[in-house]
């Protein structure tokens, strides 16, 4: 082995004796730069570089009871949707010096208890979450060890966690009165499990559109629950749909992943979109407007609404027991392409 490939391990009093300082300036540079003069800093910091020295972050963190990471759990990682919320989230967070843990509950509350867990062992700065049900109860130890929790892609129904989110409700409502504008009386509705708030939110809105326009939901709107939200459920869900004795003439997605599975279901039975069956997603995920048939979507600012998780996380962190608690609530818009324009 040459000298190049050995790994030399610095210390903190290596670099205040090549730097010419104190031990505390040292850990100034490192901790509270605008304590320390900017010439010294600058002579450390090449030090530092040149030497490659990495600061014992384990040590660091048992001292101050925190990490530099934030814990950040959403209901699937494979949804481009939370793909792009945590982009935002990440961009956030690096502005202040964090990075983020990211893990999957995959609808699970079950997997989403044991995540919170294993978080909290790591001693995370805070916690961003997307609850896989609506009890927050799961949230309850975070909280009662002082971590910051803001819920993320829905809303405190109490107002005592900050939250980001989007108005679901007013999204279900703009895809099934778009689908009623263009002649559509009866609508398919592909949802996910109603214990998931915003599969409950989004049916809210669907049927606030049929009621709007003097109609019945039992027979404008035929709902179809998966307990999985992908595009193999949505291709299953539509299978019950055209078996209804009165099969729908357009459907209602709660996700772009299902309104796929749901495309790719009609296309191998020979049907056209929107010719045979118009089609509407939700997230408007990139894919979206790639397909083949461009896909109608109602739209989340899901890297702003990440970014702003974020910012509220690091608010609260920062301001202590005197934080006021704050709910973020964006508005959806509806893109309207060709599954759903003939």
Excluded: W
């Excluded at 843990?101 to 997307?130: F, M, N, Y």
């Excluded at 998931?196 to 019945?216: H, N």
Aim: proline share 5%; charged share 25%.
């Amino acid at each position: 082995m040459t000298a190049a490939d050995q790994v030399v391990s610095h210390t903190i009093q290596d670099i205040a004796a090549l730097a010419g300082v104190s031990v505390g300036t040292v850990s100034n540079v490192l901790n509270r730069p605008e304590l320390v003069a900017q010439r010294t800093r600058q002579r450390v910091q090449e030090v530092i570089d040149q030497v490659g020295f990495i600061r014992n972050g384990s040590a660091r963190q048992l001292r101050a009871g925190t990490s530099r990471a934030v814990g950040v759990i959403v209901l699937d990682l494979a949804n481009p949707f939370f793909t792009e919320v945590a982009r935002g989230i990440e961009d956030r967070l690096a502005e202040d010096g964090y990075v983020l843990i990211l893990c999957s509950s995959d609808e699970s509350p079950e997997k989403e208890a044991r995540h919170l867990r294993l978080l909290l062992e790591q001693s995370v700065l805070g916690l961003l979450v997307t609850t896989a049900d609506r009890s927050l109860d799961r949230l309850a130890l975070a909280r009662r060890r002082g971590r910051p929790v803001v819920l993320l892609d829905r809303t405190s129904p109490d107002g005592t966690m900050c939250s980001a989110a989007v108005d679901d409700v007013r999204g279900g409502e703009l895809a099934v009165a778009h689908l009623l504008s263009r002649g559509h009386r009866r609508i398919g509705f592909v949802n996910g499990p109603t214990t998931i708030p915003q599969c409950a939110d989004r049916r809210d809105g669907a049927r606030k559109a049929v009621r709007d326009l003097g109609l019945s939901p039992a027979e404008a709107l035929i709902e179809v629950t998966n307990p999985t939200l992908n595009a193999d459920g949505g291709e299953a869900a539509l299978d019950v749909l055209l078996a209804d004795a009165r099969p729908p003439t357009a459907v209602f997605c709660v996700n772009d992943i299902t309104a796929l599975g749901v495309l790719r279901g009609l296309l191998r039975r020979g049907l056209s979109v929107p010719g045979d069956m118009a089609l509407v997603g939700y997230d408007d995920v990139e894919f979206a407007g790639l397909m083949t048939t461009p896909l109608t979507s109602v739209r989340q600012p899901k890297y702003q609404l990440g970014r702003a998780a974020a910012d509220l996380l690091l608010a609260e962190a920062a301001a202590g027991p005197d934080h006021r608690h704050d709910q973020l609530l964006f508005q959806p818009e509806l893109v309207v392409r060709e599954s759903s324009a003939g």
